[in-house]
């Protein structure tokens, strides 16, 4: 039972270059999420989907794009990095009744570094 | 905007005490999720607690809910060295489930021998 599956473990960009981190989940789920984590700052919400082809903006979207094709799988891209992208990400999925959330499910996390 | 504060941030305890970590939130809530994180690990749930004087037990760790305070508590029974982590607590507003779950800063949590 896979759940939610985060590729890379870690990555280290130079400053301006792109890249896509990879989530997908395996449980059916409608909701999906990324957040972004730094010290002391807890989790904050970067952009989330409630369902295929339907994307959002969170708290803190601003230098990264999501799409939603398919249930199972939820892409952030950094569009051009930046050393306050440095960070540790993590993707999540919920189901979603229509005004609520179930438990989110985490994926084991992203540790970025951008020099 | 709902906001959700947890104290304290930092706790260091011995083994053996007891204690609870609060967490209070500004809006009315749906549901709230208690998470526990190790060091370079992801997020574990540890209790969903969905209305109000939901009370959940797990071994030494006991949750509960009080919706009208819009406060949860943790409390940690006789603590032991395995229960050193970063707990996290999650809000769902009410009919804001789109929205997200909104998280606490979390509790860094030391427990010593």
């Known amino acids: 039972n896979a759940g939610v599956t985060q590729t890379p473990k870690f990555q280290v960009l130079k400053t301006g270059q792109s890249m896509t981190l990879q989530c997908a989940q395996d449980?059916?789920?409608?909701?999906m999420s990324w957040y972004r984590q730094d010290p002391g700052m807890g989790l904050r919400l970067i952009h989330y989907s409630v369902g295929a082809g339907i994307t959002d903006q969170g708290e803190v979207p601003n230098g990264y794009n999501v799409s939603r094709s398919t249930t199972e799988d939820f892409p952030l891209r950094l569009l051009s990095a930046a050393p306050s992208q440095t960070s540790v990400y993590f993707c999540a999925s919920s189901r979603f009744t229509g005004f609520s959330l179930t438990e989110a499910f985490f994926g084991q996390g992203t540790r970025l570094t951008v020099v | 905007e709902l906001k959700v504060e947890q104290n304290p941030l930092f706790l260091s305890m011995q083994e053996g005490k007891n204690y609870t970590i609060y967490c209070n939130y500004s809006?009315?809530?749906?549901?709230l999720y208690w998470y526990r994180q190790d060091p370079g690990k992801s997020l574990e749930s540890l209790f969903v607690l969905l209305s109000n004087g939901a009370v959940k037990q797990e071994g030494r760790l006991m949750a509960s809910l009080d919706t009208k305070a819009r406060l949860s508590t943790l409390h940690i029974t006789a603590a032991v060295h395995d229960l050193s982590a970063t707990y996290f607590c999650?809000?769902?507003?009410?009919?804001?489930?789109?929205?997200?779950?909104?998280f606490g800063k979390g509790t860094h949590l030391i427990i010593q021998p």
């Open positions: 809006t009315t809530s749906d549901r």
């Open positions: 999650a809000v769902v507003e009410s009919g804001g489930g789109a929205d997200g779950l909104t």
């Open positions: 449980m059916n789920h409608e909701y």
